[in-house]
């Protein structure tokens, strides 16, 4: 597999930490019609990410006990499953992260080392509630079998839209729009609040809602993930679908919205 260029950031993927990616596998493949791409060992996890007919990547990542898993054991202890961290793809790794410091944000966990993989992370305290890693990838991406408890696909399906609820709009649109070129296409009226719709160039949306009452502890870059949004043509979800997908994601801590 050939690694696409990128010209502009983009919303590669959502990250979903689990301690058992079976119950992923089963969702967001066997349910929802999403297909192997690749994944690989890292310290402290494993990763693999499942690709659907439009939007971004899910990502399941789970710790593989060792000292490197700290970060991640910590983070299934103090909340359980559910959504890590949003991954932007960038072309320039050093114009984003100028980007980001101009908004007054620290990147942390900076390593620049490699050259094919360049990555930092924003902090949930400065990304308005959620790990945003940014990276700059080249050359072919890691090659590994799919899972052997990964099902066949489900009905193709659409990755729609990530929802993300903030406490600034404004400052989030600043960060996401303005530093990770996300393209403001809609503001509708959610009924829970104002909120902004974010396009990039590979079909990913994502709809920022400003929280009412603010969510998180108050502060100003305070959040929390929303909906995972995904769509089916021609094929309504059955009752045993809807039955399975509610199960499914109560074991994995998302809230999925389906549509068809």
């Known amino acids: 597999m050939e690694r696409v260029l990128v010209t502009s950031p983009m919303l590669d993927h959502v990250a979903i930490g689990t301690g058992k990616v ?12 999403g297909a192997w791409v690749y994944g690989g ?16 990547k899910i990502e399941l990542i789970t710790p593989t006990s060792s000292p490197d898993s700290a970060f991640l ?18 072309p320039d790794i050093a114009a984003t992260l ?5 908004l007054g944000i620290e990147p942390v966990g900076v390593d620049l080392g490699s050259e094919n993989w360049k990555e930092a992370f924003l902090h949930p305290r400065d990304a308005y509630g959620i790990v945003i890693q940014v990276a700059q990838q080249s050359g072919r991406p890691p090659e590994l079998a799919p899972p052997s408890d990964l099902p066949s696909p489900g009905p193709s399906c659409a990755f729609a839209m990530v929802e993300h609820h903030v406490n600034d709009l404004a400052g989030a649109l600043r960060l996401f729009s ?30 920022l809602v400003q929280a009412s009452p603010p969510a998180g502890r108050g502060d ?10 995904f769509a089916r043509d021609g094929q309504p979800f059955g009752a045993a679908e809807l039955s399975r997908v509610a199960a499914l994601s109560a074991r994995l801590g998302v809230s999925l919205k389906l549509s068809s």
């Open 178 to 207: 303005g530093v990770l070129a996300g393209v403001v296409v809609s503001q509708p009226d959610t009924g829970s609040g104002p909120a902004a719709e974010l396009r990039w160039e590979n079909g990913a949306r994502l709809r």
């Open 98 to 102: 100028h980007g980001v410091s101009a």
């Open 220 to 229: 100003a870059r305070s959040g929390a993930p929303g909906s995972l949004f």
């Open 41 to 56: 060992d890292s310290p402290g996890f494993w990763w693999g990410q499942l690709g659907f007919a439009a939007g971004p």
């Open 22 to 33: 079976s119950d992923g596998w089963q969702l967001f493949g066997g349910v929802l019609g």
């Open 73 to 90: 054991e910590r983070f299934l202890t103090a909340r359980g499953p559910g959504p890590h961290h949003l991954n932007f793809i960038v």
